[in-house]
């Protein structure tokens, strides 16, 4: 996103060249910070700069296009718009202010010029992903091309716009409509009124494609394909101009959002000054004393309030006094916090920063105005807060997100991270923010307690890969697919061109059987399917769940509209997870309790209020894979790596509630009146070689439980030869899927797992075994309940003819999957390199691992049995390390090969 | 109403009759006239059920307490038909042989069965719609032949032939258009025609009421209603909150809201003094089967010549061709068709043939529809746009009006009629039509079918259909053009005039769609 091309253009680029470098560099800011630190906790890294790569203008463009702008193009733009010349689609992958934007405002300036000259029109459709963002962009289009000298009307078109007459003036009058998916989605619908916009079209924009992945990205697939059955009907075929920050993938993932090939154009020709990276690990805590005891906050956001082993101040009380710190000697800095109410907590902690060090912040009024940023304020706020901010008024800002994507507020000196944003993707992106021009920058990265946040500090080099993560996008979810089918023929009739075109052959006859079937659908492929349900299924498309079956959050009655928390509907799987009754959440930043959840009713809610308590909730999980059947596998080595679909019984049967400070369980097993929860979904699956499995049982046969409360021991399996082993699996998984998103742009909160000693058990029977197939289409076989399910796999492994395999499954946790289990099997190595690195550098020194390495809140087994040793023997052996093969000794001694191996499994 | 030859079967669901006022299902009852009342099932609404037997006339059942001792109990209709009604799936399951041997009656075999717990399930993820019930009714039904289920576990409307193997109940297939052919699949086949009773999700909540027309073939037609189509809440600008208010008034009746007079009425929370002479000029008009214009505007092209009267036939809601453009002319009573019988790839030849005619010897007429803007004119503008575009130009200089859309959406008049349906309103308003028997979707299967297999089509039973609806325009528009207008009538003060346009009809059943 380049929202600083206009400002390039019109002079307004702070021209203070007084300075040539930061205001503080990374060693400074360590001598300077009023507090004694450990060497360890503090990583400067530097990152060099990179000299402009130009060409002239009028190399690449016209002369009436070449003639008024005023600085060369870069390389990368040059190159791009040479593509786009070629009638090329294209995806532009290059960092945060390297002219992004111009691309595509000068393709559609050159296609308008010549569309003009034949007497005829073009238009340009522009998407961004949120409604703040098109309104920014249309005034800097609208600058750039007054600039330009062209009288182009762009005009956006979304939620927002008055509907009646000033719609219908922009669908007819407008040569660029700016919106959004959601936008696009509805107004399909009315693709008649559209015709005129349409049918000239000849530019489609797709602003910050990365962010595109998992259920939305799958959704904006199909959006994108629905929207292109409908140009063709006007006899347009545009071009596809994406924009996407740095990530793996750019032409796999383009190509995936758009269904046509795609020309990558990722080698950034912009300038940039070099850079001090300082990755900040905060001390430890000062336990008795307190005087760092600001520990009544929560952590930064869900995930993060869940450590019940805290032993370093949270990253939401050290990166405020960074953030004080750095302002005080005047870097104008940048703080992004997880949520709204991080972003005003750190202006208050900011200033009591000072407060307390006022021997040292001997003048307590300079670099003082620091505002915090969020979605939360009024658009006039915000607006004030961003002039003031490129005005240099401002000395600092804590702000979410809102200002990772392309919000135009010049640039700073400084950004600090109050912990890792997750996605190497978007930590580029923040950073971005800081670096005036081509002279240094500094950027601060305070980590959490986080697995992730420690693994960054530990592995600062991690950073400075040159791999960005994956961006996973897919269109096997046949749940998505179908519902978006629906809105097709409603759009067009369905004909048998639609066969390959919108979806393979089998597919679609499978999908039209299906809804004719159930009288949503009627009419034939050759003649033409028409939709005949309830009017406008665009409607019941929601753009972030798999199923119609999404919630609406809604405010308890008598509760005050400003509390409102404007949530996104809610997928059904994610309503029995975290939005149970009773649950407590926190949503940007602000805590609610949920007093009520209506499953029944053809509108599902889930209704809210605020609380301000001083515990969270966390579901308990029971899980178990069924019926999983192989699609594709390959070998690592001497293991089997599957990928396949299968069913996923999950039940969040219970919650207890934690204590915020301490993480200690207030209450435990409250029941969450849910219904048990069955998806039908992708996975992958690792099996283990025997010889290893015989080995590691040996060596680790002395691990035991320490069975505290003595119920622990429901299935008498404590004592088990086995344990040990299947703790190492069990670490194994929780690391594998703990460390995905370090590779891919997954959320871990849409993946589950599962450690087995007997994966045959899970796997869909063959016919003939146990007298019937697994699930032969009759739905009544299927085990109702979590207990029954588990009951089955146990009665399978019992009837099992031979010695199971051992191993782990990972499920996308939502119905019909979202790509993410694929993404991990195509990626395993990687994956478990990482989970390895994890497991073995943690320094918690605990057999059982801590929440920084192997434990995971979502664990339904109450992290028990874990084993750090045994999972990094297997991850050794996966990935051919040397220490893997010296198990073969131990295997070789093994008596206990004839141990009748128990079943069990662990989530 | 049209189908006296066979008999009516009104479904109804418990919601519609519990906490309904006593004259609102009296209101039902003389308005359509059922010959039976089924109340739906799966659920056993005891309640419900003694109070449907006590307000309609004609024999009421409720699946899940015809008990008897028996699964199967017989529902006569009428005089001259009967339906076996069965309890549950569960029943079913358990005695078989009871239904099959109820069927197999030769004194009198029942035309339908109804069982409640039959539905589709859809699963997405694995793209498959199953049956509910299946394995119970392939063990239950004669092998063979077609035995129609009704059962309020699908929408109203729904009709799927389904084949299920007679030994398991496995699905062998699916057929979609039974109204066009309806054969049974083999000896060892059980052929299971559903169809629907249950509510349909609509523009403006949930139909759900549903008529069905049977006679001894089965069900011939199927009609929904709203609950709100009803009783007092059948006047715009009443709902339930109001009614109940109403009520708590002793106001029950539409009689009974006209008696009432304007100031007390204006008196009652929520209503005032223009909704309450709203509400007394639609009670008016219900009440007399005579249309009313609410404000002074002219009808559209009321001076000179008079509009034609347009309506197409499609191939499907979603069309590839305009099989049918049907033209009335008042001005000298003749109707023409431009009908596509020889080349049906071709969208071009009718578009073209009616541009030439509209062109050459009508350039100066308007054209009038009802709900065109939603459907006509819609898909008459992208048709022309892309196979005739010559004509584009002419096409879009020429005056159009939709009837529908400037008596409701605009609010120039309200109309009598339960529903909005021209079908509905023209019967209302005393039109007699042809009786065809089609309806849109109808006749766009069937142009379908011809389309795919060029089998002998019915060409005249479809345009006289399609005839039908252009002359039940008329009739709509000359009897609105005789209305009387808004400062004609006593009991309107010119201020109210202009105050009741268009937000007049915001409420109730009368809301057209928001604009997109
Ligand atoms: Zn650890
Ligand atoms: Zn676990």
């Known amino acids: 996103m380049d929202t600083d091309d206009a400002a390039d253009e019109d002079g307004t680029e702070p021209t203070d060249g007084s300075r040539e470098d930061v205001p503080v560099t990374g060693d400074e800011l360590l001598e300077t910070f009023p507090r004694y630190r450990d060497e360890e906790d503090v990583s400067v890294l530097e990152i060099p700069g990179r000299e402009a790569s130009t060409v002239p203008n009028d190399e690449v463009l016209r002369p009436e296009l070449a003639g008024p702008l005023e600085y060369d193009l870069y390389a990368h733009q040059a190159e791009a718009l040479a593509a786009l010349e070629h009638d090329e689609n294209i995806c532009v992958a290059t960092s945060t202010s390297s002219g992004k934007t111009r691309i595509y405002a000068l393709q559609i300036a050159r296609n308008v010029l010549e569309a003009r000259a034949r007497g005829e029109r073009s238009t340009a459709y522009v998407l961004y992903p949120t409604k703040a963002l098109s309104r920014d962009q249309e005034r800097e289009l609208n600058d750039f091309f007054d600039v330009l000298g062209l009288d182009i009307s762009v005009r956006v078109y979304d939620g927002d716009t008055d509907p009646g007459e000033t719609r219908r003036q922009i669908r007819e009058g407008a040569d660029v409509i700016i919106s959004n998916f959601a936008g696009v989605n509805t107004y399909l619908h009315d693709h008649d009124r559209w015709a005129r916009f349409l049918s000239t079209c000849d530019l489609v924009v797709v602003d910050e494609s990365h962010t595109y992945t998992g259920v939305h990205g799958m959704h904006v697939a199909w959006v994108i394909r629905r929207l292109k059955r409908v140009l063709e009907y006007y006899g347009a075929d545009p071009q596809f101009a994406l924009t996407s920050a740095t990530i793996g993938n750019p032409g796999e993932h383009s190509s995936a959002l758009i269904a046509e090939s795609v020309t990558v154009v990722d080698e950034d020709g912009s300038p940039t000054g070099p850079r001090e990276l300082v990755l900040w690990n905060p001390p430890a805590r000062a336990r008795a004393d307190g005087s760092d005891g600001d520990s009544a906050t929560a952590g930064g956001s869900e995930d993060e309030a869940d450590n019940a082993v805290v032993e370093r101040v949270p990253a939401s009380v050290e990166a405020p006094k960074l953030l004080s710190h750095l302002c005080y000697h005047d870097a104008q800095t940048l703080l992004f916090t997880p949520s709204r109410k991080l972003a005003e907590l750190s202006v208050k902690r900011a200033s009591t920063h000072r407060r307390d060090r006022s021997r040292y912040y001997a003048n307590p009024d300079r670099g003082s105005e620091i505002e915090p940023y969020h979605a939360g304020h009024s658009r006039t706020k915000r607006h004030g807060t961003e002039h003031r901010l490129k005005t240099g008024a401002l000395d600092g800002v804590a702000s979410t997100n809102a200002l990772e994507l392309g919000i135009n507020v010049g640039e700073m000196d400084t950004t600090v991270q109050l912990g890792y944003p997750g996605q190497r993707q978007s930590f580029w992106q923040q950073i971005g923010r800081a670096g005036r021009g081509t002279r240094r920058a500094l950027s601060v990265l305070v980590a959490g307690h986080r697995t992730l946040d420690q693994y960054v500090a530990n592995n600062p080099d991690y950073l400075l890969e040159t791999d960005v993560e994956d961006a996973v996008v897919d269109v096997d979810n046949d749940a998505v697919f179908a519902r978006h089918l629906l809105c097709a023929a409603d759009e067009l009739a369905l004909k048998g061109a639609d066969a390959g075109a919108f979806a393979e052959r089998e597919r679609l006859e499978r999908a039209v059987e299906m809804w004719c079937r159930a009288g949503r659908l009627a009419g034939h492929l050759e003649t033409g399917i028409s939709y005949v349900g309830p009017p406008r299924p665009q409607g019941s498309i929601s753009l972030y769940a798999t199923s119609g079956e999404e919630y609406a959050v809604e405010l308890a009655d008598g509760v005050d509209e400003r509390h409102d928390p404007e949530m996104e509907p809610l997928a059904e799987e994610r309503v029995l997870r975290d939005f149970h009754e009773g649950a407590v959440r926190l949503h940007e930043g602000r805590q609610y309790e949920v007093c009520a959840v209506d499953h029944d009713s053809p509108r599902p809610t889930v209704t809210l209020r605020p609380t301000d308590a001083d515990c969270y909730t966390r579901t308990r999980t029971d899980v178990t894979v069924l019926d999983a059947v192989s699609e594709e596998s390959r070998e690592i080595g001497d293991f089997t790596l599957h990928f396949g679909r299968g069913q996923v019984l999950v039940y969040h049967g219970t919650y207890d509630r934690v204590d915020v400070d301490n993480g200690d369980p207030k209450e435990q097993g409250l029941p969450t009146e849910n219904p048990p929860l069955s998806i039908e979904t992708q996975l992958c699956w690792l099996e283990v070689p025997d010889a290893l499995e015989r080995a590691l049982v040996e060596r680790y046969r002395e691990f035991s439980l320490e069975d505290e409360d003595g119920d622990g021991d429901e299935d008498g399996i404590a004592e088990t030869a086995h344990l040990g082993y299947a703790g190492g699996l069990h670490a194994a998984e929780h690391a594998t899927i703990g460390v995905a998103p370090l590779e891919l742009m997954v959320d871990k909160r849409d993946l589950g797992g599962l450690a087995t000693l007997s994966i045959d058990s899970h796997l869909e029977r063959e016919r003939g075994e146990n007298g019937t197939t697994g699930k032969g289409g009759t739905s009544g076989e299927a085990p109702r309940n979590v207990a029954a399910a588990e009951a089955t796999v146990r009665q399978i492994a019992d009837g099992l003819e031979h010695e199971p395999k051992s191993g782990w499954f990972i499920y996308d946790g939502i119905d019909g999957g979202l790509g993410f289990s694929r993404a991990i099997y195509e990626n395993f190595e990687a994956v478990a390199e990482r989970a390895r690195e994890l497991i073995a550098d943690c320094d918690c020194g605990r057999v059982d691992g801590c929440p920084a390495c192997v434990m995971d809140d979502q664990c339904g087994n109450d992290n028990q049995p874990l084993h750090r040793e045994a999972a990094v023997d297997v991850l050794d052996r996966l990935l051919g390390n040397e220490s893997g093969e010296a198990l073969e000794a131990d295997a070789a001694e093994s008596e206990s090969g004839s141990d009748r191996r128990p079943p069990l499994f662990y989530s | ?516």
Not at chain 2, 305 to 315: F, G, M, Q, S, W
């Open chain 2, 1 to 516: 109403m049209t189908n006296r030859d066979g008999a009516r079967l009104l479904a109804l669901p418990p919601s519609a009759v519990l906490g309904r006022p006593t004259e609102t299902l009296a209101d039902v009852d003389t308005t359509l006239e059922p010959d039976a009342v089924w109340l739906l099932g799966p659920e056993r609404e005891a309640r419900a059920f003694a109070r449907t037997r006590q307000m309609f006339d004609a024999p009421a059942f409720h699946p899940p307490l015809e008990t008897d001792g028996e699964v199967v109990s017989r529902q006569p209709i009428g005089t001259e038909l009967e339906i076996a009604v069965v309890r549950s799936l569960r029943a079913l399951r358990a005695s078989p042989a009871d239904v099959s041997s109820a069927l197999s009656d030769s004194r009198s075999t029942p035309i339908a069965v109804v069982c409640d717990d039959v539905t589709t399930t859809t699963r997405p993820t694995a793209l498959e719609t199953g049956l509910e019930g299946a394995a119970e009714l392939a063990a239950a039904l004669p092998p063979g032949r077609v035995t129609t289920v009704l059962t309020s576990g699908v929408p109203a409307g729904y009709d799927e032939l389904w084949h299920l193997a007679a030994e398991t109940g496995a699905i062998r297939a699916v057929e979609h258009e039974p109204q066009l052919e309806c054969e049974p699949a083999g000896d060892d086949c059980v052929s299971v025609r559903v169809r629907g009773a249950g509510p349909v999700e609509g523009y403006g909540g949930s139909a759900s009421l549903s008529v069905l027309e049977l006679d001894e073939t089965g069900v011939t037609a199927v009609d929904t209603y709203e609950r709100s189509d009803f009783g007092l809440e059948a006047v715009a600008g009443i709902g339930p909150k109001t009614a109940e208010r109403l009520a708590d008034a002793e106001v029950t009746t539409r009689a009974e809201l006209l008696e009432t007079p304007i100031d007390k009425l204006a008196g009652y929370p929520g209503v005032g003094r223009d909704s309450a002479h709203r509400m007394h000029r639609h009670a008016t008009v219900l009440e007399a089967g005579e249309p009313r214009r609410l404000t002074d505007e002219s009808l559209p092209a009321e001076s000179g010549r008079p509009p034609l009267c347009l309506d197409i036939e499609t191939d499907g809601l979603s069309p590839t061709i305009l099989w049918q453009i049907g033209v009335y002319d008042p001005a000298d009573d003749s109707y023409r068709a431009f009908v596509e019988r020889d080349d049906p790839d071709d969208p071009a030849p009718v578009l073209e043939a009616l541009c030439d005619w509209l062109f050459a010897s009508h350039p100066d007429r308007a054209l009038l529809t009802w709900n065109g803007w939603r459907f006509d004119y819609r898909h008459l503008g992208a048709f022309v746009a892309r196979h005739v575009p010559y004509y584009v130009e002419e096409w879009e200089s020429v005056p159009k009006f939709d009837l529908y859309d400037w008596a409701v959406r605009e609010g120039h008049a309200l109309l009598p009629g339960r529903t909005n349906k021209l079908e509905d309103v023209a019967g209302a308003l005393g039109y007699e039509g042809a009786e065809t028997g089609l309806d849109g979707a109808q006749t766009a299967a069937a142009y379908q079918r011809f389309l795919r297999t060029g089998e002998e089509f019915d060409w005249g039973r479809h345009e006289a259909y399609c005839e039908d609806d252009c002359r039940a325009l008329w009739h709509v528009y000359e009897r609105l053009r005789d209305a009387p207008r808004a400062t004609d009538s006593s009991d309107t003060s010119p201020a109210e005039a202009e105050g009741a346009t268009p937000s007049g009809t915001t409420g109730g059943e009368q809301t057209g769609l928001g604009d997109f």
